[in-house]
C-alpha cells in the first residue's frame, strides 16, 4: 500500500470545526467538518464548549495516527481570535472559553482606560479598537479584578489556536497572530507588550511567543512530528498570498465580515481610522497588516430576505440575478445625489444607506438587488481605500463568498479603475495557510502557484459609484 506523506491543520471557526490533511502537492486527501452545540458561563452567556471540542480533536488526532494509508509529518492549527484558553499548573481549564461577545462591565471599562491613558491613546499604541471583550487582553483584566481567587490559580493563559497546541503536544507557546490581533495586548510600535499588560502583571500569565514560520518537535505514537505554534485564522488565510505574489497587493477577505489586508501599507494609524474599525493584525513574519473590516456579509444576507419578502421571490433569488450595466444606470438615475450610497462620508453609512431605501420603488427584484449591491460595493469602496492609501498596491484579490458575486466584482472593479481587480480562489484558505506557514519543515516540494484560482475583472467602464 502506498502511504501519503501529509500534514494535518485543525480549522476551528466559531461554526465549523474541521479537520484537513493536505499532500506535499496540498491537495486535500482527507476531510471532516464538524459543529457543537453551544454551552453557557457561569452567567448564562453562550460560549464554546471546550470540553466537547478538546475531546473532538485528541480523538480525531488518535484515529488518523492509526491509519495505515497516511503518515502525518507535520501538524498546525488555525482557530478564531479574541478567546483563552486558561489553564492551571496541571494543565487543565479552570474557567469557561467565555465568548468575545459577552459584553464587557462598564465600571471595568471606565477603570482601566482611565488608568492607562485614555480610549484613544491606548486604541492608537495596540493598534486595536476599543471592542470590549473583543480586546481579549480585557478579559484577563476583568479576571483579575472580578475574580481574584481563580485569576491567582490560572497557570497560564492561551489564546484558542496556541490552547490546542498544548492539548497535543503539551508544550504552551504564544503567537503574535494571536497576541496583534485586537487584543490591547501589543505595542506596534515597541514591538512588545504595552507597558498595562507588565504593570498588571499579565506577562507572569503567558507562554514564550514562538515564531509563526517555526515548528517544534515532539514524540507521540512512536514518531516524531514537527508542530506549528498555532495561527489566527485572518492571518493564515493571508499566508498563501504573502507565499506566491511579491508584487504589492491587497486582500479582500469576504464573508459575515469583509476585511480589507494590506500587508504594504506601513502608515501608523490615525485616530480617524480606529473610528472606521481600522486595525492591525500581525502576519506570521512579526510584521503588521493594515485592515480595516466592514459588516457587508450580514448587512447582504439581511437586506436580500427584505427584498426576496417585498417581491415574494425565494431568499436565494441572487443567485440567479446576472450583472447588468443597463440595470445599473436606471437605478442609479433614480437616485438624488443625497441618497447616493457615498453621500454619507463613511463606510458604515453607506453600507447603512440601502436599509432606509423604500422597495417600492424598485420596478423589480432586479433593480433593487443592483441597488443594494451598489450600496455595498460604495461601502467598500470607502472601507478599502482607508488602508489602500498611498502604498503601492497593483493589485486586489477577492475571496470569501462575494468573490462569486459577478454583480459585486464588476463594481468593485469599476470602483478601482487604477488597479487589477481579481476574484480568488483557493481550498480552503486558512487551513492551507496553517500548512504553508511551516512548509519547509515537512515539505520538500516548492508550493505550487496553481493552488490559486485567479478570475480577472476588466474595467469595461468609468466607475459608476
Known amino acids: 500500500m502506498h502511504v501519503v506523506p501529509v500534514i494535518a491543520v485543525f480549522d476551528v471557526g466559531k461554526t465549523n470545526k474541521k479537520i484537513f490533511l493536505f499532500n506535499e502537492q496540498y491537495g486535500i486527501v482527507y476531510e471532516e467538518a464538524v459543529q457543537f452545540s453551544e454551552t453557557v458561563d457561569e452567567d ?12 473532538w480533536i485528541i480523538d480525531s488526532f488518535r484515529k488518523l495516527l492509526l491509519r495505515n494509508d497516511f503518515f502525518i509529518k507535520a501538524i498546525n492549527f488555525s482557530a478564531y481570535g479574541a478567546s483563552f484558553v486558561h489553564v492551571d499548573k496541571y494543565g487543565k481549564p479552570v474557567l ?13 471599562h471606565t477603570l482601566f482606560y482611565s488608568l492607562y491613558g485614555g480610549e484613544e491613546a491606548m486604541a492608537l499604541q495596540t493598534a486595536s479598537p476599543v471592542l470590549g471583550n473583543l480586546n481579549s487582553g480585557l478579559q484577563l483584566y476583568r479576571l483579575k479584578k472580578q475574580q481574584p481567587h481563580v485569576y491567582h490559580s490560572i497557570d497560564c493563559s ?18 503574535v497572530t494571536s497576541i496583534g490581533c485586537h487584543t490591547a495586548l501589543w505595542n506596534f510600535k515597541k514591538g512588545v507588550y504595552h507597558h498595562w499588560v507588565y504593570n498588571e502583571g499579565l506577562d507572569a500569565k503567558f507562554a514564550p511567543i514562538h515564531k509563526g514560520n517555526k515548528t517544534f518537535d515532539f514524540e507521540v505514537g512512536g514518531r516524531t512530528i514537527a508542530a506549528g505554534a498555532g495561527l489566527h485564522d485572518s492571518s493564515a488565510a493571508l499566508i498563501p498570498y504573502l507565499t506566491l505574489f511579491n508584487e504589492p497587493f491587497l486582500l479582500i477577505s469576504t464573508g459575515t465580515w469583509c476585511i480589507s489586508l494590506n500587508p504594504f501599507n506601513h502608515s501608523t494609524l490615525t485616530q480617524d481610522e480606529l473610528k472606521q474599525d481600522c486595525l492591525f493584525y ?29 417581491f415574494k421571490v425565494a431568499p436565494d433569488f441572487y443567485k440567479e440575478i446576472a450583472y447588468d450595466p443597463d440595470t445599473i444606470q436606471r437605478v442609479q438615475a433614480k437616485t438624488t445625489p443625497g441618497e447616493n450610497a457615498l453621500s454619507g462620508g463613511t463606510p458604515a453609512v453607506a453600507l447603512n444607506r440601502f436599509m432606509h431605501r423604500d422597495l417600492a420603488s424598485f420596478a423589480d427584484v432586479n433593480e433593487a438587488y443592483h441597488q443594494l449591491m451598489l450600496d455595498i460595493a460604495a461601502a467598500q469602496l470607502l472601507s478599502t481605500q482607508l488602508v489602500l492609501n498611498n502604498s503601492p498596491v497593483k493589485r486586489i484579490f477577492v475571496d470569501g463568498g462575494f468573490s462569486n458575486n459577478d454583480i459585486y466584482m464588476n463594481l468593485l472593479s469599476s470602483a478601482f479603475p487604477q488597479r487589477e481587480v481579481f476574484a480568488a480562489s483557493m481550498p480552503q484558505a486558512t487551513a492551507l495557510g496553517a500548512a504553508v506557514a511551516i512548509h519547509e519543515y515537512w515539505n520538500p516540494l516548492p508550493f505550487s502557484s496553481q493552488l490559486i484560482n485567479l478570475r480577472y475583472f476588466a474595467n469595461t467602464r468609468p466607475a459608476p459609484l
Open 96 to 108: 469557561p472559553l467565555y465568548s468575545y461577545l459577552k459584553p464587557f462591565p462598564a465600571d471595568l
Open 158 to 175: 492561551l489564546h484558542l489556536p496556541q490552547y490546542l497546541v498544548f492539548l497535543l503536544t503539551g508544550r504552551k507557546y504564544a503567537d
Open 282 to 310: 500581525m502576519s506570521y513574519q512579526h510584521k503588521p497588516v493594515k485592515a480595516s473590516r466592514l459588516f457587508s456579509g450580514k448587512e447582504h444576507e439581511v437586506q436580500s430576505k427584505r427584498i426576496a419578502a417585498h
Open 44 to 55: 448564562n452567556f453562550p460560549c464554546e464548549d471546550l470540553t466537547l471540542l478538546s475531546g
